[in-house]
């Protein structure tokens, strides 16, 4: 069963001041289940108003928010039982387990837990039995906490591209080339003399590892107290790209059992979401939409699609030396960062894993 | 033997005030061996001023060409033994074969005749040996003159792009995604509101299939008085980006016989183009380089390398699937375009076939 | 006394298919007050249904509107008593009178009305008293509708930037200038080659006359039954720049009356806008803010404050030469365009001049 | 009487791996007076290889620099008599005195001593007869070398559009709105989330206020052993907007004598810069022209005239305020920086006062 909660929880967000953490401050903004109550951040600004802090990037900054004092990184400090993680890489590492070895729930945007064999990496909707690993987490590490993990903003794009057609007809190979927004570097990040009428065919961090790993890691299934990862093979070039917001993937795929077009659109048309129905708050509509248009997806016209979290896939076609040819674009810091930390929360507080 | 022209050859530009018109105008603006004597285009601007009826895109007009009068598109008004072609698809297929009747040498961009089985379609650096079709077309067509094309500008930069690996390995598969330039669509092309901070997964005319028969046919040997086209896939998906100039070709290759990243390093060192001291003016000193760089080639920083002529490969690494991953990025209007044209037409020149 | 109606009036867009008609559909999908009936537009795609003839620019088509069939620009197919015109200047000056002589009120962002004597150019907020000008106009005319225009985009956005100043100063003298969005060109509109990476100094139609001339109606007072213009001179230079929605107004404003930065300050935050308090669906919280940052107002950040009906100020200093420098932004196409025709409508509706 | 060197003078680049510091480096690369023998940066980079420090960020990295070893900025290190300064702000106050000091002549891109009464802030077309302050500089600070510093970006723009109009008619009052590249900024300069698909309508560093005090030394009068600035008084807005290079300024004139815009085409047109005649091989054609298009001058497409040192001019016509209007754009790194400095250097070495 599942269940609303009756009053709202309260959570904070770690790394507040960046990106991502200003993400996860936009999408808290009247949520009705969850209560922004803390935010924190790396030494630089601590004890500062969030307001005065913050270079804020989109729009106007929630008044509650703007008031907050930046706490630090800790778990005396912060003292909310889920914190969304938007740190970087270099802090989340250690910051990260003290919070859930003092009891707390880290929704994370981090990458350094995402491919520990205990940590669920998780989209609602495709692979919400992976939270079982939950329990083995605990158990390994003695937390009464836990760290839930969602993918990297060009997997999650691609995933969710792909999961309806591997449950209909099993992915055997994956070539994907993707053309990602510069809001997936943070900020400052990219510097406009690098990009602006440019393209860069390369991105840091690792970012084509990510893309053949945790696609794997996600779209595999929970044995027993592990997870053994979909068992095909993927080939990845990423390129930036002058867009605000959305990642586009276009993709080459060699099925398990053969399908044509038609029977992809209609794989994707019949999908149904292992979320329907709860009534998640940040859920869309549908989280993967087929577009028929010529020329579409495309980032700055589809990226808003379901709130931030649909992904449209478009093109989709034979393939001349595999089966399928399709694109398929998705909003990396809604749906590929903080909105995925967010509804992976709202799945566990659904599931009653968090109450009030 | 090889030989320069002792006067400048006089040549004319048919369709000379669009995006590849004009660019033949800014490349033929001092040439050493052809002289701009005519220009011709569409109805709506003949008798016009050249310098009143072209919206010039870069740079400064060259004055000789400023003061041109626009003849009509017929090889009664326009008398050059010599004429590049920069016409629509529209109007190409019925005008050229005019001026090949009336024994005119046609340097064509157009995609009309590409794939004639009697047309040469040459890279001068990779296939020059194609022009022996030429005397199979005026065979067949009784013409005195002649039609030799270029290819599309992405098939043309992902064939010098592969040229190296096939001549040393055989390419057996090919998936590539392309990011192309605005330019590539000509003036006025690509509506602002499309394009800015956008990305469009698809590019009209067929340009997909360009790039999956246009390269086989490129990479090709002459067999008797055919081409054979090369014997391997490819799968291709374009999308059009906010740049310039300079396509970006993202490749995964399988190749015939298995090579190293090193291995293919060296194949493009050691690569000889086949008009390697020639002296033909437009051509780069190497039409292929290997860039070490983590993050190149780059559309705004490479594409004029070479004078625009060269393309420059990078990221070759293994591929998780198949043998190779690389990128390849050329000058789509100056190397997959009039540039192309030119230095057919110098080859031409070189080996006597244009004479003053 | 100021109404809401007790039901759904119906409206009819013209010129429904381009960017600024588009703009209209977006705006009135799910309106309180007006309901969406009948689209019309130019000969080409009349009969066909709206989803297939527009090529829609931004987010999702509503789904009503994409099954109404697009009907011709006349009185007689259209039989909606509010029509709101998007139409092209070529068009409207013909078929706007129509419509108002069969009795229909016509909100229109078409230039070609908004100068004649007894045509209301109404911000809302600013001039409504101007629709006093309706009497007149049916009683000059003889017809038993009306034509009501607003403001050309920047002239909205300059008016509303100075509207506060004005009514508590005086402005005696203005240089103003502005760099504009290409969606104020429409679509396709400006050419991307034109405009990635460029700034072009020129907006065809007399764009700079029109800041020179409506924004005085705009401030001029109702004199009997004409307007007096506002009597001060105004010096524009426009730029087009590549930003997507947003146009952006540089001032150096002389005043009747000295005022110091603050005193400009509390002039904008103590103005109250002559529409506060009637609870028009289209109207903000406030007409104009404004920012104390130091790098603000930013078209992509700050054009859509208030729904795209705010504008924003900053960056107000005194002017080493005259008094004050100031800096304006707003949303081209919704408070510069269809917004601003669906907010004049609202007012009329409020005033029980429009009535179901 | 004027001079060419009978050898290359040897020459260092100060602050070589920033923006500016390369754009010296590629317009020194083939100078046929100077040579480049040294490159010198901040702590980071001693002593490493300029090919391996710096990030070049534009076409090739000419071969000689990157080769050269990263030295210290200091006049012990550093041994050239002629040293560019592409130094921050925040480290040449200190540095470049203790150049002078050791004898040598520092062209100066650094903001930090324009504005003192002995230092010459020259554009050799304006005033090369400020270069007499190098006595007094000399006299006065006891040194054996000297500062000459050319002015801002922005600055050189405004003063180049101005000069043959102050000449002919005498500048009372100048409103004056950039729109300034973000190659103005440096690297990494703008971060791509601020400025892609934006306007900044601010620019750190007191931009502003340079073009209100730069540009009247610039245009002001040699008077005995000082600079008597010109006296008229600016009005300045800046804006960073998305383009590459090259800034433009919107300006609203009033004359001491007024004049017509065909006036003032024409003193534009008659008016000789006091270079003329010497061959200093980095002057242009023309330091200033005026075009007659429409829609010009636009920086993407002008400012590369002149090989980036011409400035461009355009939409002459009456102010309806003041006298004229006018829009003049020139390239900010080349006119506006390093091709400033290395043109003063030239005429130092024309008149004799810097020899092999």
Redesign the interface.
């Known amino acids: 069963m599942h269940t609303s909660p009756t009053s709202r929880i309260p959570v904070a967000v770690l790394g507040a001041t960046g ?1 991502v953490g200003q993400t996860f401050i936009r999408l808290l903004d009247g949520h009705p289940w969850l209560e922004l109550v803390e935010v924190a951040a790396s030494e630089r600004s601590r004890g500062q108003r969030y307001g005065d802090a913050a270079h804020w ?4 900054m929630p008044r509650a928010a703007a008031e907050l004092t930046l706490l630090p990184c800790t778990p005396d400090a912060v003292t909310a039982p889920v914190v969304f993680s938007a740190l970087d890489a270099s802090a989340a590492g250690a910051i990260e387990p003290e919070f859930a070895r003092a009891g707390r729930f880290v929704l994370t945007n981090a990458r350094n837990h995402r491919m520990d064999a205990d940590v669920p990496l998780v989209i609602p909707e495709v692979n919400p039995g992976h939270l079982a690993l939950i329990d083995t987490q605990r158990e390994r590490r003695g937390w009464k906490g836990a760290i839930v993990a969602n993918g990297n903003c060009s997997s999650i794009v691609v995933t969710l591209g792909l999961a309806p057609l591997h449950r209909a007809f099993g992915i055997r ?1 994956l ?1 994907v ?1 993707t ?1 990602q927004a ?2 997936g570097a943070g ?16 991105i840091g961090g690792a970012e084509e590892e990510k893309i ?1 790993t945790e696609t794997l890691k996600m779209l595999g299934d929970l044995a027993g107290a592990e997870i053994a990862p979909a068992r095909f ?5 990423v ?1 930036r ?4 917001h ?1 990642h ?1 993937a ?1 993709m ?1 795929v060699e099925l398990e059992r053969s399908a044509t077009p038609e029977e992809a659109v209609e794989a994707f048309t019949s999908w149904r979401s292992a979320i329907d129905g709860l009534g998640l708050p940040g859920a869309p509509e549908r989280a993967v939409v087929v577009t028929h248009a ?8 589809d990226a ?2 379901g709130g931030g979290m649909t992904v449209t896939v ?2 989709i076609r034979r ?4 089966d399928l ?1 399709l ?1 398929a ?1 998705g909003h990396n810091t809604i749906r590929g960062a903080a909105g995925a930390s967010l509804l992976n929360a709202e799945l566990l507080v659904s599931r009653g894993m968090i109450a009030p």
Chains 1, 2, 3, 4 share one sequence.
């Open positions: 990106a990037l989109e729009g106007a190979r070539f080339t053309l510069i809001s900020y400052p990040g990219v510097p406009s003399l690098d990009i602006l009428g440019n393209v860069i065919p390369f053949e093979r993927i080939s990845a070039q390129n790209v002058p867009v605000e959305g586009t276009c080459a010529t020329a579409r997806p495309q980032p700055r016209r808003d699609a478009g093109r393939d001349p030396i595999l040819r694109v674009s």
